[in-house]
């Protein structure tokens, strides 16, 4: 099978990461929760990769990241821990579910919301985001990459503009986390959410968010923590406060085998790779005739993401073709990502997602291309 969708998550790790997870399945106790061996271990190594994402994200403290299952919960916890009741946030058409439910949630309990419209190339002016904010405005809530096109926002133009009305900024970095730098004190980030299972080739389960040092979040959960048992709230220290209930060790263990992969590889060299690739295929579908591809090619940089449409089929349907004739595994239909759609005008057929990995290869792309030009020549 060739696997273009990485997007959705990363199937093929590099091999530290599977030994990593089947290691720690055999070995690993619960972190916090004893002083033998086993618990001592699954503390250690949970410790050293909450080292390692904050020296990745250029965290102030380690304590400042947190591990959740995915950017979903994360999301939520973020959205959901520092609105109230007649604040105000600012998103945009770019986002994923992941970040418009729980505004939709909050603006049922008394938030007020407003969504910085795109162009039909997918991109927004940053311009209408500054003129989105007021004097009740708590948030600005934007990805860092599109996973319908690709687009990637700026996201230190934004953290500027919101810190210079001294406004909180979360950023969803689903689509960028281990693919392209973060700065989280250089951007102005003030809560950041990313996943595991994507660009940081760690698995399935794993994730987490960065909270700005002195900013407090409502926690998502309560429970137990392994500390401060005979309290009946739950802690209030970083990291402690947002991790409620047993960690996903197994999977945190294998996130930490991917960032040392990431380290060695370095991802300055994973993206360069990444989008040659990407580039490939965009230079070889997009003047098919028959063929539209969605999103602002007009700069180099980008996530390795070309989202495109062949005449007037069904997403799905072409998707299909390409699994069953060629087997490429793709994404068709709405991507999670609704507003998006909308402003690109597919909310009926969808659209079909290839997704690059350095594990891809140029064959690969070219069978891709001659998959498309194929289909694209059907009657």
């Not at 990769?49 to 965290?59: D, I, N, V």
């Not at 809560?191 to 900013?215: A, D, M, N, S, W």
């Not at 507003?339 to 891809?360: D, I, K, P, W, Y």
Request: aromatic share 6%; with cysteine; hydrophobic share 35%.
């Amino acid at each position: 099978m060739i696997y273009m969708d990485n997007a959705a998550t990363t199937m093929h790790k590099p091999e530290s990461v599977a030994k990593a997870v089947a290691e720690a399945l055999c070995s690993m106790g619960n972190a916090g929760r004893g002083a033998h061996a086993a618990s001592l271990g699954a503390s250690r190594i949970i410790y050293d990769t909450r080292e390692k994402l904050a020296g990745f994200f250029h965290a102030e403290n380690p304590k400042q990241i947190v591990f959740t299952s995915n950017s979903t919960e994360s999301l939520n916890t973020a959205i959901k821990g520092i609105l109230e009741p007649g604040d105000h946030a600012v998103t945009t058409m770019l986002e994923h579910n992941s970040v418009l439910r729980p505004l939709y949630e909050m603006q049922d309990k008394g938030v007020e919301l407003s969504i910085v419209k795109s162009n039909p190339q997918g991109t927004i002016d940053y311009d209408d985001i500054e003129k989105e904010i007021r004097e009740n405005t708590k948030a600005v809530v934007c990805t860092h990459g599109s996973n319908l096109t690709g687009n990637l926002v700026d996201i230190r133009k934004v953290g500027e503009i919101a810190h210079r009305h001294g406004v909180l900024f979360v950023v969803d970095a689903s689509q960028t986390a281990g693919v392209f730098p973060i700065d989280v004190q250089a951007d102005g980030i003030d809560i950041l959410c990313f996943t595991g299972h994507k660009g940081l080739l760690g698995p399935q389960g794993t994730g987490g968010l960065y909270v700005r040092e002195g900013l407090a979040v409502r926690p998502l959960k309560s429970g137990g923590s392994g500390v401060q048992t005979y309290s009946k709230t739950h802690p209030s220290e970083m990291p402690t406060a947002l991790e409620a209930g047993t960690l996903n060790g197994h999977g945190i263990a294998g996130l930490h085998a991917a960032l040392e992969y990431l380290a060695e590889e370095g991802i300055d060299s994973i993206r360069a790779c990444e989008q040659a690739l990407m580039w490939r295929f965009y230079e070889g579908v997009k003047a098919i005739p028959g063929v539209k591809v969605y999103g602002d090619f007009s700069g180099k940089e980008r996530c390795p993401i070309v989202t495109l449409n062949i005449r007037d089929y069904d997403s799905s349907e072409v998707s299909d073709e390409l699994l069953m004739t060629y087997d490429i595994s793709t994404r068709p239909g709405a991507h999670c990502a609704p507003l998006m759609h909308e402003a690109l005008g597919t909310v009926e057929q969808g659209a079909v997602r290839f997704s690059f990995s350095h594990f891809n290869t140029e064959e690969e792309i070219d069978t891709a291309i001659r998959a498309v030009k194929e289909l694209a020549e059907e009657e």
